[in-house]
């Protein structure tokens, strides 16, 4: 066998390490596009170390570090307090790392780390004013109960917002998903919610909130999520969604290779459209790989912070068929055709296509 | 390179297709052994086709085939008649398959497809007595809104069900898991469930039951779900969840590697047992990876198609550890060190060793 093969087959296997981690964090099966709101169990999960479980009499959150005072609360004082509910769409910052060549070795998503609740909660912002931000406070660190080992140190996952990001709309202390109690795997009984923002910010099992006097630099802020080129590029921090728009895919699958067929005639497709920093202006769409584009009715989101909705019609001829879809937002940034490398696999936002036999 | 050389990289080496199965087929995370009922969200799932939306005020249920008197039924209609609620624990047959060498080219599961779930419905005996089987009527076929293709031919999920294992207690069409109505996941509006069974015979989405006057042959029975040594080999059906004991992975993970980090000193090993023939009477540890077993402690369990739960005792020293756990049933049936090939991967019982650096 020559090398390029060898190199080839490299790339497409996926590790014993890697399935470890596909087979406990749950990806978002695309057919569930069809749903305004994503399912609990449906909802795409990215948990780093072990789901702590939680006795909720005996949690308290503590605000502490650069505060004039500290503050211990229950679940119960949480709920006390003023309350949004908002449907916010999520998405991993490793969504599409497997389509990267070559990939990170880390979680090894394809498409389908995202998802949408309802989530509500008590807004952060007041609750720091509460505590009192002291003049040397620079950021907010929020520390889970979820602990592991990263480069061979065992630490609470852990990551830090400016205090401007603290003060914004929809920023939340969240203690409930689609109208119940966080399920365990989502954050029970608290986690945070940066709305526009890739989950690893939505620190989950909240345990402490710090004011700190200096930018953190701990393993998930400073050597994971960072846009690298190589190991020695220090790099720029992973932060809002990039703009993406995700197919469902029409008729039904192959249960193997998950090939859709689907029948000649009038096909309604339909899909998902959301940004981290503006809102979608345009959704479009190509039956033939990418080569014409025509566009495709986006529908108003329920938020700021969710997916639009989207649908075109196809007129479906026999044979092999390539659709694809790609998001404009108003910030003006549209979807590449194959997404910017980078060296762990972050914000992937290159098109989506999707194989289809027509018969 | 050497042909040995390629020949295991290709064994570990998940391909693009099984990762595609991964993503969207949730696995159990093992920590969430430490709780009895698994939340929605954590149980497993395999979903062949895609997951059907289904309108509730809609949908109706039809038993007819070789029946005196056809039923149609609504969700209401079921949820009046008596009802059960049980602790089942599910397993899918191709659990541990990926731990098999040479293994099916299937969904690739570890050892994390399982769950256990409060699930409440109606007894299925009766309603079939209600419709009146007629003397030609030999078995059940339960047939699934799920489509897709499988074999070059588009079809619904169907299993059948032998008239006498339809006649079983705890064998109930289902309408609610955990006190809420069924997740779409899972079934909604209702699914048959068949505890002691491995997970394939429980059909979700339920369209239609059919008395049948001759075996069923369709792809989900003749062809899946056998015990076959190749592909000549016409097999014997899976049916009985084979006795298993999984531990609560110990300490806390590496991200990457999941391997277990754990103080030195007194470690309580905690874990689940289970089979689908006869209650577990005996759960052995080892922490030397199975050169020597102690018993563990068995409690017993919430009903007879629910797992036991485990303890045992280990004195933790510095250095590296492989931790192991194996179930013997009250049939005589004990997990074997190793599996026992097939074609299919299924069924795969073997014991489970869980790596460990204590410091």
């Known amino acids: 066998m020559d090398d390029a093969v060898t190199a080839e087959r490299e790339e497409l296997a996926i590790s014993a390490e890697e399935l470890q981690l596909a087979t406990r964090n749950h990806g978002f099966p695309l057919e569930a596009l069809a749903l305004d709101v994503t399912p609990v169990g449906l909802h795409y999960l990215l948990i780093h170390y072990d789901i702590p479980v939680v006795d909720p009499a005996a949690w308290r959150l503590r605000l502490d570090g650069c505060v004039e005072r500290v503050l211990s609360l229950s679940l119960d004082d949480l709920r006390a307090r003023p309350s949004v509910t908002q449907e916010v769409t999520l998405e991993c910052a490793g969504n599409g790392r497997t389509l990267l060549s070559p990939r990170a070795r880390s979680q090894p998503w394809i498409l389908e780390a995202v998802g949408t609740g309802s989530w509500t909660g008590t807004p952060l912002a007041p609750l720091v004013r509460e505590a009192g931000l002291t003049d040397d406070a620079v950021e907010v660190l929020f520390t889970g109960l979820d602990r592991g080992v990263e480069a061979g140190e065992e630490q609470a996952y852990q990551r830090s917002l400016t205090l401007a990001e603290c003060e914004r709309e929809g920023v939340v202390l969240a203690y409930a998903l689609n109208g119940g109690p966080l399920p365990p795997q989502h954050g029970y009984p608290v986690r945070l919610l940066v709305p526009g923002w890739y989950g690893m910010a939505s620190v989950k099992w909240l345990d402490r909130i710090t004011a700190i006097d200096a930018p953190f630099t701990g393993y998930q802020q400073a050597r994971a999520y960072r846009l690298r080129q ?130």
Chains 1, 2 share one sequence.
Do not use: K, M
């Not at 039904?252 to 309604?268: E, L, N, S, Y």
């Not at 345009?282 to 649908?311: K, L, M, N, Q, Y």
């Not at 026999?318 to 696999?345: F, K, Y």
């Open 230 to 359: 190589d190991e020695d590029d220090p790099g720029t921090p992973v932060d809002r969604i990039a703009v993406r728009a995700l197919l469902q895919p029409p008729g039904v699958p192959d249960f193997f290779t998950r090939q859709r067929h689907v029948g000649a005639g009038t096909v309604v497709l339909r899909g998902r459209a959301w940004s981290g920093s503006a809102p979608i202006t345009a959704v479009e769409v190509s039956t033939d790989g990418g080569a014409t584009w025509f566009p495709a009715e986006v529908a108003p989101a329920a938020g700021p912070h969710a997916w639009h909705r989207f649908t075109a019609t196809w007129e479906a001829t026999p044979g092999e068929h390539e659709v694809c879809c790609r998001a404009t937002d108003a910030s003006g940034d549209t979807q590449p055709v194959d997404s910017a490398w980078n060296l762990g696999g972050y914000a992937a936002n290159g098109i989506h296509r999707v194989p289809v036999t027509v018969r």
